[in-house]
């Protein structure tokens, strides 16, 4: 059963944007630790951005002044706008809940609910 689906991936040239979609349709773990991760071919999966339980928010040095996630309580649903893409941002991106601590952290293995991932693929 998937409990966080992404949407929003796609094909988008250089300098372009995209915004992807999380939506926990159970309403579940939106007031939990949540946040963007990124796993290109051969890499590691890393954080891109987070909120943290308190409403604040950290990001990937890599992305700063780029990326901006928000939340929409409401809709249960987080987002991540992203602007002045490069090639380096391809890959497949995924959303994630930690339900298990109240601090919130940026190291994948805290996090254990997933979303199937949403493919990401900028091209010059």
């Known amino acids: 059963q998937v409990v966080l689906l992404e949407s929003g991936g796609g094909s988008v040239q250089v300098g372009g944007s995209l915004r992807l979609s999380c939506r926990d349709a159970?309403?579940?773990?939106?007031?939990?630790?949540m946040g963007w991760f990124r796993q290109a071919p051969g890499k590691e999966r890393e954080k891109v951005a987070r909120t943290n339980t308190d409403g604040t928010i950290r990001y990937a040095d890599s992305v700063k002044g780029r990326f901006t996630i928000s939340k929409d309580s409401a809709k249960g649903t987080l987002y991540l706008q992203r602007n002045s893409l490069k090639p380096e941002a391809s890959a497949m991106y995924y959303c994630?809940?930690?339900?298990?601590?109240?601090?919130?952290?940026?190291?994948?293995?805290?996090?254990?609910?997933w979303g199937q991932g949403t493919q990401v693929t900028v091209s010059s």
């Open positions: 994630a809940a930690d339900t298990a601590h109240l601090t919130c952290s940026d190291y994948v293995d805290r996090y254990n609910i």
């Open positions: 159970g309403y579940r773990y939106v007031s939990s630790c």
